[in-house]
C-alpha cells in the first residue's frame, strides 16, 4: 500500500510539473509578447471592457470583455481556433482566466501576456490610443442617411470586433453584387458611443437597411448574404 501511495504521488507530482510547465511556455514575458505578435496570421485579444480599450491598446487587437461572460463568449465565436492567440488585460489576472477558458473551449494555441498593459507600459512599448473624433447627433445620422442614396445599408461595428470583422466579406460581395444600386455607410460604434445609445442599439454589429430614408431591415450579429439579399431585392 504504501509503494502504490508513493508511486499515486509520484505520478501527480510529474502531471503538475508538466502542467507547470506548459502553462510557463503559454505566458509571454513583454518582449515576447511583442516579438511574437508581429508574425503573420495571428491574432491578438484584448479581454478588458470597452472603456479600458478604448483608453489604449494594442494595435490591430480585437475586444471582448472577460466580465461579461455573454458577450465575451459570442465575440470568440468568430475567432479562429486553430491560428495563434494572444491575450491580454490590464494585469494578467483576466487574461490568464481567459486563456484557460479558451484552451478548454478548443482553442489550439492560446499565450497571455504576463503583467498585462501595465507591464507593456512599463516597458515602453507602443498602444494604439483613443480618438477625438467628434460625435454624431441624431440630426446629423438622419441626413447622411438621406444624402447616402435610395437604398442604404448602415453598418455599425468596429475594427476590434470580431464579428464586425468577419462579416466585411459579406458586405464587399453586397457592394460587388450591387455596385452604386446599394450605398454602405460605416458607424464606428466604438467611438459614436452617443448615437448607439440614442438608437438603443444591442451588441455589435448592427445592421439597418433604409428606403428612401425610411427603415425597412435591422438585424445584429452574424448575418448571412442571403439574409440581405432578401431585404435588398424588393426595393431596389
Aim: proline residues 5%; glycine residues 6%.
Amino acid at each position: 500500500m504504501k509503494v502504490k501511495s508513493w508511486l499515486a504521488l509520484a505520478l501527480i507530482g510529474i502531471f503538475a510539473s508538466c502542467q507547470a510547465q506548459n502553462n510557463n511556455k503559454e505566458a509571454l514575458g513583454v518582449d515576447a509578447f511583442q516579438q511574437q505578435i508581429q508574425q503573420p496570421n495571428v491574432q491578438i485579444l484584448d479581454v478588458r471592457t470597452a472603456g479600458e480599450f478604448a483608453g489604449g491598446h494594442i494595435a490591430n487587437a480585437l475586444q471582448a470583455d472577460w466580465t461579461i461572460p455573454d458577450q465575451f463568449q459570442e465575440r470568440v465565436k468568430s475567432i479562429d481556433k486553430d491560428k495563434p492567440l494572444y491575450v491580454y488585460c490590464l494585469s494578467g489576472v483576466r487574461s490568464a482566466e481567459a486563456a484557460d477558458w479558451l484552451r478548454a473551449h478548443g482553442y489550439a494555441h492560446v499565450y497571455h501576456l504576463t503583467g498585462g498593459i501595465q507591464a507593456w507600459k512599463q516597458a515602453d512599448k507602443p498602444l494604439v490610443g483613443e480618438s477625438n473624433e467628434p460625435q454624431i447627433t441624431m440630426e446629423q445620422y438622419q441626413k447622411m442617411i438621406q444624402q447616402a442614396g435610395a437604398v442604404t445599408l448602415v453598418d455599425f461595428g468596429a475594427d476590434w470586433c470580431p464579428p464586425c470583422r468577419k462579416m466585411q466579406p459579406v458586405l464587399d460581395a453586397l457592394k460587388s453584387k450591387y455596385g452604386t444600386k446599394l450605398s454602405i455607410v460605416k458607424i464606428d460604434a466604438g467611438k459614436q458611443s452617443d448615437i448607439m445609445k440614442q438608437m438603443n442599439l444591442p451588441a455589435i454589429p448592427v445592421f439597418i437597411i433604409y428606403k428612401n430614408g425610411q427603415e425597412v431591415f435591422r438585424k445584429n450579429g452574424i448575418i448571412a448574404q442571403s439574409d440581405f439579399e432578401a431585404a435588398i431585392q424588393p426595393i431596389l
